[in-house]
């Protein structure tokens, strides 16, 4: 047997005053990886490091990585492929906090999620000169989001380059935040003139008579998810002034019947609730110049018995159409409070999964 492994010190070229500057070397009496990195802003670090190292702690635990911050400096010991995680994680959320955003704790869960999935090969994240990952980002005037997960990250890319985009999977995921978000951005930077934004009310079944109120009223319950996103993305008066000029409209999809929709970003939500007919109505409406999102969760269909989701039809109708992209989300992209994704994870599990009235397919 040979001895102990030994590894030569790397040395990397030399980076400018903003970037992080990195020393990587082994110990030669032990198979554990040390890299050193010292961050050139002494304020920067402190908030990367998280108060009481708390992001450290978390980036220890996620990776199983030894983690030891002496003043803007951290010290990353463990396995090899762990250890560049770790750095590969330091290095996003530093430049993101050189570009002025906030490091959250789930911000850290995402870069470490992308880390990962950049050596597992589940996605091809792209990556920036010296192994830096760039992930997708969407930005208003308000808020920049950033992708969490590779699936996140794939989706904000398709819906970059391609017309027609399916968001599909569980609760949590992004789908739809991520979608009005992408609509927010291209209205903000003129690539379309309005924004619409539509889900099935199945659950007064498009029948909304009896309740009180005007339209408005009667439909907003289910449409709040669509207003919050909003809301988060462009300064409330804005989107008040919008939706009162019709810039931004806001409507069941009862309502999207005989129109074409030319220059507008176009999201359907909750879209496993359409029926085949008002799947392929709704597909019709797109016109020239537009852009449209459909988002929607194939577990969790509200209609009749007997009645065929929309949604389940145009995946397997559209899979090879050219121009349209489906992005498929799973239990490990959700991004709410872990304990969602357990709770998503044991109804996959557990086989309760099913949509009832596709069972015949």
Request: proline fraction near 4%; charged fraction near 25%.
């Amino acid at each position: 047997m040979n001895g102990p492994k030994s590894q030569e010190p790397v040395r990397l070229a030399a980076q400018t005053l903003s970037e992080p500057t990195e020393r990587a070397e082994a110990a030669g009496a032990s198979d554990a990886t040390h890299i050193a990195l010292t961050f050139e802003n002494n304020r920067l670090a402190s908030e990367l490091f998280g108060q009481f190292d708390q992001n450290l702690a978390l980036i220890e635990q996620k990776l199983k990585v030894d983690a030891r911050a002496r003043g803007n400096t951290v010290t990353l010991t463990g396995d090899a492929i762990a250890t560049n995680q770790a750095r590969r994680t330091l290095d996003y959320l530093y430049d993101s906090l050189l570009k002025g955003a906030a490091v959250e704790a789930s911000d850290v869960e995402g870069a470490i999620r992308m880390a990962i999935a950049a050596d597992d090969q589940l996605v091809l994240p792209t990556l920036e000169k010296k192994g830096r990952l760039a992930l997708a980002q969407i930005t208003t005037r308000k808020k920049t989001v950033t992708a969490r997960t590779p699936t996140q990250d794939a989706y904000v890319r398709a819906m970059d380059r391609a017309e027609l985009v399916f968001g599909v999977g569980p609760a949590g995921t992004g789908k739809t935040y991520l979608a009005v978000a992408h609509a927010a951005q291209l209205l903000e930077r003129g690539s379309v003139e309005r924004i619409v934004l539509t889900r099935p009310a199945v659950e007064a079944g498009e029948r909304l008579g009896f309740l009180p109120g005007d339209m408005k009223e009667k439909v907003d319950p289910y449409l709040r998810p669509l207003y919050d996103a909003l809301y988060d993305m462009i300064p409330g008066e804005k989107v008040e002034r919008a939706i009162a000029a019709g810039v931004i409209e806001i409507a069941p999809l009862a309502f999207m019947r005989g129109r074409t929709l030319s220059n507008a970003a176009i999201i359907l939500d909750e879209a496993q609730n359409t029926t085949e007919m008002q799947m392929k109505m709704f597909l019709t409406r797109l016109g020239e110049g537009g852009r449209m999102m459909i988002t929607g969760d194939p577990s969790q269909i509200d209609l009749p018995r007997g009645v065929n989701s929309g949604l389940v039809q145009a995946l397997s109708v559209l899979d090879d159409v050219e121009g349209a992209v489906i992005c498929r989300f799973r239990s490990v992209d959700v991004v709410r409070h872990p304990l969602v994704q357990r709770i998503v994870e044991a109804y996959e599990s557990k086989g309760t999964e099913k949509p009832h009235n596709q069972a015949e397919r």
